[in-house]
């Protein structure tokens, strides 16, 4: 039975909302509890309040598979989750929380000479910059996972994979309960099940946010909303290259081997990797179809299941404990969207479809930076929403792990 | 959701189906044309709600069929 560190939680401060900020942040998940820390602690910025519909963390924060990588394949994203993985490796040291950060490793299995190039063409461009990801044969890759089936179950036959290594999972409820904390201790107000309605309007600018429970007046907007984003920007008048799918999870029952590699294939869509408390945890690909049901479907067991246990059939003898889903905005180039709208007081920070929680601490920083200075920092420049029109976009589907 | 009904095979799983976007059932409200082009290659309507859409029966007839769904439950209505 794993220790879950109850008494080291620290306290979250609940206060009361008051009529105006400097900053209103619209989301209680991560990137919005990230960027309130950071402007807190980097910038002394603390009139500042995170407003979240329902509890913190309650969205795709405390959904996801908690996979933290850097091994990108365009150079913007690999320096960027990089670095956001540099500033996770810190993040205990820094709040004091204990996160559960486990460096374990990615292995990429690639089933055939097309899955092989795209996976040597990562390592080269993440070796390029900096970050340690090497290519493995199949004796290579037993040695590291010995639960592996190499044949596939005769129909993904492992051809190699690329090793990811510094690669670790982290508890997502802490990461969001770090933050809070960090930014309520010094004077942020985080307040839960307030939901944003409106947003209060001067001529084009935007001035503060209509709640459930009344307007609240804020110098700038930040929109860090996870699933309805494409809703919140139409209050602002603007228009997202966002559509919105169910990605469903589950985790087994514990396993006692143990399974130290987070263990992901490009081809079949679907990763594995092992919690905190010995279970087996396991995504796939994202419904093909946008909706906004966070109902978990027997398809989607049936079909993950089929899959990873081809390549792990020891999972066969698991039982499913328990399955969700989360709503994954994906952007018509795979890549994040953050900063600028063209609206006057509203930022934003959104297409994080699969692959948002890596990217907490650098998003939740850049963010903070780009509301303190009024400049974009050069870490996300690339990633604003006028790369579309610029015809600068970032495609880089493979990276995603899913599709 | 689960089963889709094909006008020409009937009720088939969703899984032979490949979904084919939405269909936009308004002209666009833009009157600059390289604006209104721009919004029909890059942005998405992405309603959380009633939707119509066509969808590609790619591993049955291999035609196109429309269908009305309601996004916010993705529960098929037509």
Redesign the interface.
Known sequence: MVSEHVESLQPITWQEPRDSYDVVIIGGGGHGLATAYYLATRHGITNVAVLEADYIASGNTGRNTTIIRANYAVPEAIRFYDHSMKLYQGLAAETGAQLFYRPKGHVWLAHSEMGMRTEHGRCLMNQAMGVRTEMLTPAEVRELIPQIDLTGGGRYPVFGASHHVEAATARHDRVAWAYASGATGRGVHVLQHRPVIGLLRDGDRVVGVETAQGPIHAGIVLSAVGGWVSQVAAMAGVRLPIRTHPLHAFVTNDFDQGLDKIVASTELACYVSQTERGQMLIGAEFDSQPSFSRLSSFDALRSYSYKITMLLPFLRSMRILRSWAGLCDISADWSPIMGDTGVDGFLITTGWGTWGFKAIPAGGEALAERIATGRTPDLIAPFGLDRFRRDHVLADQASAGTR | ??MLDCPRCGRRP??EF??GG?RRTTASPIDDSDARD??EV?????P?GLTT?RWFHAAGCRRWLTVQ?D????TVMA
């Open positions: 959701m689960h969703l899984d490949a979904f939405e721009f919004d890059w942005i998405f309507d992405n959380d859409e769904r996004t916010a439950t993705d």
